[in-house]
């Protein structure tokens, strides 16, 4: 079972960058996907951006600001995120699964296994 811990979480003010990380304790296969996806209270979790061997994917008005990566000797994804704004706060998870194929990776369903979660806050 693999065990996703996030890290780099914390206090921001608006128009600040954060980078998120989340390791995972093995190695992750080619067939893995790793996504971020957030969660304000009381709303649904949504997509962030996610990562596959070779391609990046971004949720909607994500890309730009938001930069997903990989260091697979490190078995760690990143999440670089700039520019932030106040509504960006959330608790952030990382996840990882098979996915199934690039329509799903949006698809919290998809992913089998999940981080404790990272607070992030934007607030001056």
């Known amino acids: 079972q693999v065990q996703l811990v996030e890290s780099g979480g914390g206090l921001v003010q608006p128009g600040g960058s954060l980078r998120l990380s989340c390791a995972a304790s093995?190695?992750?296969?080619?067939?893995?996907?790793v996504g971020w996806f957030r969660q304000a209270p009381g709303k649904e979790r949504k997509f962030v951006a996610a990562?596959?061997?070779?391609?990046?994917y971004y949720g909607d008005s994500m890309e730009g600001r938001f930069t997903i990566s990989r260091d697979n000797a490190k078995n760690t994804v990143y999440l670089q995120m700039n520019n932030l704004k106040p509504e960006d706060t959330s608790v952030y998870y990382c996840?990882?699964?098979?996915?199934?194929?690039?329509?799903?990776?949006?698809?919290?369903?998809?992913?089998?296994?999940w981080g404790q979660g990272a607070q992030v806050t934007v607030s001056s």
């Open positions: 990562i596959s061997i070779g391609r990046t």
């Open positions: 996840a990882t699964g098979k996915v199934g194929g690039s329509a799903f990776v949006g698809i919290p369903g998809r992913y089998e296994y």
């Open positions: 093995e190695r992750l296969t080619y067939s893995h996907v």
